[in-house]
């Protein structure tokens, strides 16, 4: 069936370096990719998506990259703060029928001061 | 806009008993999905609605029964509550012509 792998489900980083968090989707009809940052006790939030017709999307310190042939992609995070850390879902979807979501399974990021 | 609301925000249930998890948004979204969150984990597709009157089945539906009569509203009902149904429910809408989910609070049920 469908499915998204996720990794690391933890990383911890210093204050300053970067962050990326990896998924792969199996489902080749999968033409949007969300990445959703939870804080503790709260709702999903999306912070940046990506369409499979774009490979790269960037707002501020983070960015998107997508490999189609491979079925990857990516969330990068730069000059991270302690404000980042959080749990980040990816997610793919497909945007003929019924635009139902597959997550991948969490990773939570640590930002040491 | 209040966009997604859900009701109750917290509720403990017994064993065996039985209640109904109401969603509504207000933004007009044919799509509506609902999720259950188990601590540490992700989010996993109990039920989704592609318009009123339509439902199918998700990851995990045992358990558990949705209905939509209307576009607005998409219940979630727990029959027969057991501990397994420990969780954080979201539920969730799409306009359908842009994928962008958009959540609701979530409802933390216990059962005991």
């Known amino acids: 069936g469908e499915n998204v792998e996720q990794h690391p489900s933890t990383l911890s980083v210093q204050e300053g370096d970067s962050a990326v968090i990896k998924c792969t989707y199996s489902d080749s009809a999968s033409n949007y990719f969300p990445w959703y940052k939870q804080e503790l006790g709260k709702r999903p939030q999306l912070i940046i998506d990506i369409r499979s017709n774009v490979g790269e999307k960037k707002d501020q310190r983070i960015a998107v990259t997508l490999n189609k042939t491979a079925k990857h992609f990516s969330l990068h995070i730069t000059e991270t703060q302690p404000e980042d850390s959080a749990v980040y879902f990816c997610?793919?979807?497909?945007?003929?029928?019924?635009?139902?979501?597959?997550f991948g399974t969490g990773t939570r990021l640590k930002v040491l001061a | 806009n209040a966009g997604v609301t859900q009701t109750p925000k917290f509720r403990i249930l017994k064993i065996g008993q039985s209640m109904t998890l109401q969603c509504t948004q207000d933004?007009?979204?044919?799509?509506m999905y609902w999720y259950r969150q188990d601590p540490g984990m992700g989010l996993k597709l109990i039920y989704y609605s592609v318009g009123a009157g339509i439902t199918d089945k998700g990851e995990v539906p045992n358990g558990y029964n949705v209905s939509r009569s209307t576009t607005e509203d998409f219940p979630l009902r727990l029959e027969l509550a057991a501990p397994s149904q420990t969780s954080v429910y979201f539920c969730?809408?799409?306009?359908?012509?842009?994928?962008?989910?958009?959540f609701g609070p979530g409802t933390r049920l216990t059962v005991l």
């Open positions: 969730a809408s799409v306009a359908g012509n842009y994928n962008e989910q958009f």
């Open positions: 997610a793919a979807s497909s945007s003929s029928g019924t635009y139902k979501y597959i």
């Open positions: 933004m007009n979204h044919n799509y």
